[in-house]
C-alpha cells in the first residue's frame, strides 16, 4: 500500500485535520481517557497522518523515552500497513522528531527555548506538535493560553495533548469534557475520549470544530491494537 492509499483510506478522515493544515489554522486537539487506554497510540496515529500528508510533526514525549517513543510509532506504522513501501517509511521518519523531558523538568519556557534553537537553526520546524503526558492536573488556563501564544508566534498549526481522566472525578463541562480539563474545554477545538465499554472500545467525538460528523459520534477502536477502525 502507498502513502496516498494510507491518507485516502485513514479512518481520521473524518476529524478534519487535513483541513486544519492545508488552511494553517491554530487550533489544540485534545485525547484524554483513563491512565494506560491508549492515548498515546491515538496521538501517533493522528501524527502519522499528519507525516504521510507532508507536514513535520514533533512529538514531545514527557517521561519517556525516545527509544520507547520511537518503538511506538513503528509498532503503529506497521499494524496499519504490513508491506508499506522503504519509500513510505523513509517520509515518515524525514517529518517526525522526538523530544523529551523529565517532568520536573517540561515547562512552556523551556520548550520555547528548544523549539526556538530547532527553528532558528533551521533545523526542524514543525508543523504539528504532540505533548504526550501533559500536567494538566498541574497547570490551569493560563499555562495552557500561553501555550497557545506560542504556537502562534512560531507558526505551528496545531497541538495535541493527552491528558489523563480519573474514574472518581465526575466533574464534566457542559459539552461532556472530563475533569481535569472541564473547566479549559473551550480552549480546544477538538475533544476526543476513550470509552472502553464492555467488549467494545470507542473513541467518542466530543468537540470538533472542523470534522464531516457531528459531536457524539463515536469511532470503534481496535482494542487489541488501539487502531482506528473504518467505519
Known amino acids: 500500500m502507498g502513502k496516498e492509499d494510507l491518507i485516502a483510506n485513514n479512518p481520521l478522515r473524518v476529524l478534519g485535520l487535513d483541513n486544519t493544515a492545508e488552511q494553517a489554522t491554530q487550533s489544540l486537539?485534545?485525547?484524554?481517557?483513563r491512565a494506560g487506554l491508549g492515548k498515546t497510540a491515538i496521538l501517533v496515529q493522528i501524527a502519522i497522518d499528519s507525516m504521510l500528508?507532508?507536514?513535520?510533526?514533533?512529538?514531545?514525549?514527557?517521561?519517556?523515552?525516545?527509544?520507547?517513543?520511537?518503538?511506538?510509532?513503528?509498532?503503529i506504522l506497521s499494524m496499519m500497513v504490513a508491506?508499506?513501501?522503504?519509500?513510505?517509511?523513509?517520509?515518515?521518519a524525514r517529518n517526525r522528531m522526538i523530544m523529551t523531558f523529565k517532568e520536573h523538568a517540561f515547562s512552556r519556557r523551556v520548550l520555547e527555548e528548544r523549539l526556538k534553537?530547532?527553528?532558528?537553526?533551521?533545523?526542524?520546524?514543525?508543523?504539528?506538535?504532540?505533548?504526550?503526558?501533559?500536567?494538566?492536573?498541574?497547570?490551569?488556563?493560563?499555562?495552557?493560553?500561553?501555550?497557545?501564544?506560542?504556537?502562534?508566534?512560531?507558526?505551528?498549526?496545531?497541538i495535541w495533548f493527552s491528558a489523563v481522566s480519573h474514574r472518581n472525578d465526575t466533574r464534566v463541562s457542559a459539552d461532556g469534557v472530563?475533569?481535569?480539563?472541564?473547566?479549559?474545554d473551550d480552549l480546544f477545538e477538538v475533544v476526543l475520549v476513550i470509552n472502553p465499554q464492555e467488549n467494545l472500545?470507542?473513541?467518542?467525538?466530543?468537540?470538533?470544530?472542523?470534522?464531516?460528523?457531528?459531536?457524539?459520534?463515536?469511532?470503534?477502536l481496535d482494542p487489541s491494537t488501539m487502531l482506528i477502525k473504518k467505519s
Open 29 to 33: 486537539g485534545l485525547v484524554m481517557a
Open 178 to 184: 472530563p475533569a481535569p480539563c472541564h473547566t479549559i
Open 201 to 220: 472500545m470507542k473513541l467518542d467525538i466530543l468537540k470538533c470544530a472542523y470534522c464531516e460528523v457531528e459531536p457524539g459520534t463515536a469511532l470503534l
Open 83 to 92: 508491506n508499506l513501501s522503504d519509500e513510505t517509511r523513509t517520509d515518515v
Open 117 to 158: 534553537d530547532l527553528i532558528y537553526q533551521d533545523i526542524f520546524k514543525p508543523n504539528c506538535l504532540i505533548i504526550d503526558g501533559y500536567d494538566f492536573d498541574g497547570n490551569g488556563r493560563e499555562a495552557m493560553e500561553e501555550l497557545k501564544n506560542l504556537m502562534v508566534g512560531l507558526g505551528i498549526s496545531v
Open 53 to 75: 500528508r507532508g507536514n513535520r510533526v514533533l512529538h514531545v514525549s514527557i517521561d519517556e523515552s525516545i527509544e520507547k517513543t520511537r518503538d511506538r510509532y513503528d509498532d
